[in-house]
């Protein structure tokens, strides 16, 4: 057999049913599994543990990682500041200073070493605001 001869239709696929052929980037059928939504970072679960003590009445104003290492241990440092507004969400503000250091944190793969207050800013009036920066020192387990 010469390295030059074949047996079948070389253009096949081209003149061919193009219906087997898969595409990677078509659109999503209409109750596309749930497995495809985006993955959600280890800012993502920090910003979540603490709204899950304030039941969801802040709003974050800013979140800051920092990825830092000794010799024994990995991991990053979190600064976050929240801000709550009115009576309700001040009072979730408040709740959030006096239970954070205490609270047990589910987030996979990660020990909060340390979680503080460091700084709060109280201001009364006709609309009472709390502004509340905690800091998260977290350890890679394993």
């Not at 057999?1 to 074949?6: A, F, I, V």
């Not at 959600?40 to 543990?49: E, F, H, I, K, N």
């Amino acid at each position: 057999m010469m390295l030059t001869e074949c047996f079948g239709d070389p253009f096949a696929d081209i003149h061919g049913d193009l219906a087997p052929v898969e595409t990677k980037a078509a659109a999503l059928p209409i109750g596309a599994p749930a497995a495809l939504r985006p993955r959600r970072t280890l800012a993502d679960r920090v910003r979540s543990g603490l709204m899950e003590i304030t039941a969801g009445t802040g709003t974050v104003l800013a979140h800051e990682e920092k990825a830092w290492a000794s010799i024994t241990f990995a991991g990053t440092r979190h600064e976050v500041v929240l801000e709550f507004c009115g009576g309700d969400a001040v009072a979730a503000g408040e709740e959030l200073i006096e239970r954070l250091p205490d609270h047990e944190f589910a987030i996979p793969r990660q020990l909060v070493a340390d979680a503080a207050i460091t700084k709060v800013d109280h201001r009364f009036g006709a609309m009472e605001r709390l502004e509340v920066t905690c800091v998260l020192l977290l350890l890679e387990e394993g």
